[in-house]
């Protein structure tokens, strides 16, 4: 919305600069003697440069406007205040797994590439591809608005009384070590779940999003609403090629947590590319729209989505809840 609102008034600046200017000219030449007429004409053309390099500094002061705007925006809804642009204040964080590093190696100077090499440096652990994509995207997202890159770390690195000056962190996936992370929370309005087959293969996927009644209280546990995600045990691909994903902020003490991830890892994929593009916008509208009042740094909210899912990238990616404490 401010966005289009600062759109709408550069160009409401621009035309009516331009409109004044042939105005100007017009009646110059129709009450002006014939012997000056030169003299006013370069006199109206020296105005309708001036009016022009005019028109220029309200474009580009808006353009900064509009990028301060959004790295602010961005930025509230990631955890941070006004106070900061989140430099070292931020950090990425991919499950690790153990597996051969070997498989992990890339080349290239593209920005996913250098987010990989990051990951993988300095380490014998290894990520999942899909991951990595999704962690890259949102370096390309904080690049892309002229904020500080995030850090990257393995999520066996994070340590809640540890006073590294991190005071955000965006949590890629739903795996073993998040869900266990997660449950330390009590300031959250959602909830992730696991259930294995009787071979001990992973066989669903339960995403619940919490609901507030009428007196603005979280209702309880049993009536949330769920979502499950049905995996086929040798391939781990949704049964029905339905998937869920997760974007949402929670608390723990004084460090304030993002998770994004789906059921699958397609899904995080899909979702991480998603909020980083233009995704993150919608939501942040959605979230005030939903509250009715604009959201704060630290406030936590939870959003489901659901996502068809066939190995390649979802074009169908769709809200199905929102939760977010109202205004009253």
């Not at 460090?255 to 979702?271: A, L, M, P």
Request: proline residues 2%; charged residues 20%.
């Amino acid at each position: 919305m401010q966005d289009l609102l600062a759109r709408n008034i550069r160009l409401s600046v621009t035309i009516s600069l331009l409109i004044a200017s042939s105005l100007l000219l017009i009646v110059t030449i129709i009450f002006t003697p014939h012997n000056e007429l030169l003299n006013v004409i370069g006199l109206s053309i020296s105005t309708s440069g001036f009016a022009t390099s005019l028109v220029q500094i309200i474009e580009q002061l808006t353009e900064r406007i509009e990028k301060f705007s959004n790295q602010r925006r961005f930025l509230r809804l990631f955890g941070c205040d006004d106070k900061t642009n989140g430099d070292g204040s931020i950090a990425i964080i991919v499950p690790a797994f153990d597996l051969n590093p070997t498989n992990s190696q890339q080349t290239g100077n593209s920005l996913k590439q250098q987010a990989q090499k990051l990951v993988w440096k300095f380490s014998t652990n290894a990520a999942i591809k899909n991951d990595v994509t999704a962690a890259s995207y949102f370096v390309s997202a904080f690049s892309k608005l002229g904020l500080p890159v995030p850090q990257i770390k393995w999520d066996e690195e994070i340590n809640i009384n540890d006073d590294d000056g991190v005071k955000t962190y965006i949590l890629i996936g739903l795996s073993n070590d998040v869900i266990e992370f997660v449950k330390k929370s009590t300031d959250r309005y959602f909830s992730i779940s696991q259930k294995t087959d009787v071979n001990n293969n992973l066989a669903e996927i339960i995403i619940k999003g919490g609901l507030f009644d009428n007196y603005n209280q979280l209702i309880e546990e049993a009536r949330w609403t769920s979502y499950s995600v049905l995996l086929d045990s040798q391939t781990s691909i949704p049964k029905n090629s339905v998937d869920y994903a997760l974007f949402a902020k929670f608390r723990i003490n004084k460090k304030v947590f993002i998770i994004c991830g789906g059921g699958t890892e397609w899904g995080t994929r899909d979702i991480g590319t998603h909020i980083s593009g233009s995704g993150w916008r919608r939501i942040y509208s959605d979230l005030i729209i939903e509250k009715g009042a604009h959201i704060t740094a630290k406030e936590a909210f939870a959003v489901v989505f659901q996502l068809t899912i066939n190995k390649q990238q979802s074009q169908s990616i769709s809200i199905v809840q929102k939760c977010i404490k109202k205004n009253k």
